[in-house]
C-alpha cells in the first residue's frame, strides 16, 4: 500500500484547510491524520474505520476536523475549519493493511502553517 497525501498550505487563524489522502496498491482497514509540531512529538488527530467509517478524534480538534473517506477512490478527506495557530505542523497520514489497527503505512507530510 502507497499513501499519497496532498493539501495543506498556509491559513489565517479561524480559517479552513482540507487535505487529501490517497491509497492504492491494496485494501486499507483504517486511516488516520497525525501531526507533529516544531519541538513537539507526533501526535494521531484523527483516526477512521474503513469499514464503518467510525472516526475518533484528539480532544484538541474534535468539533473543528472532519474526516471523511470516499472508497470508492480509496482516499480520505480532512477538512479542518477554524484553524488556530496550534495547529501548525507537518501532517501525515498513515494506514492499517492489515487489520490490526497498526498504523505500518505513512504518506509524506503536509505542511499546515496558521497565521495568527
Known amino acids: 500500500v502507497q499513501l499519497q497525501a496532498s493539501g495543506g498550505g498556509l491559513a489565517q487563524a479561524g480559517g479552513s484547510l482540507r487535505l487529501s489522502c490517497a491509497a492504492s496498491?491494496?485494501?486499507?482497514?483504517?486511516m488516520g491524520w497525525f501531526r507533529q509540531a516544531p519541538g513537539k512529538e507526533r501526535e494521531s488527530v484523527v483516526l477512521?474505520?474503513?469499514?464503518?467509517?467510525?472516526?475518533y478524534y484528539a480532544d484538541s480538534v474534535e468539533g473543528r476536523f472532519t474526516i471523511s473517506r470516499d472508497s470508492a477512490k480509496n482516499t480520505a478527506y480532512l477538512n479542518m475549519d477554524n484553524l488556530k495557530p496550534e495547529d501548525t505542523a507537518i501532517y501525515y497520514c498513515?494506514?492499517?493493511?492489515?487489520?490490526?489497527?497498526?498504523?505500518?503505512?505513512w504518506g509524506k507530510g503536509t505542511l499546515v502553517t496558521v497565521s495568527s
Open positions: 477512521i474505520n474503513w469499514s464503518t467509517g467510525s472516526a
Open positions: 498513515a494506514a492499517d493493511p492489515e487489520g490490526t489497527a497498526a498504523f505500518d503505512v
Open positions: 496498491g491494496g485494501t486499507i482497514y483504517g
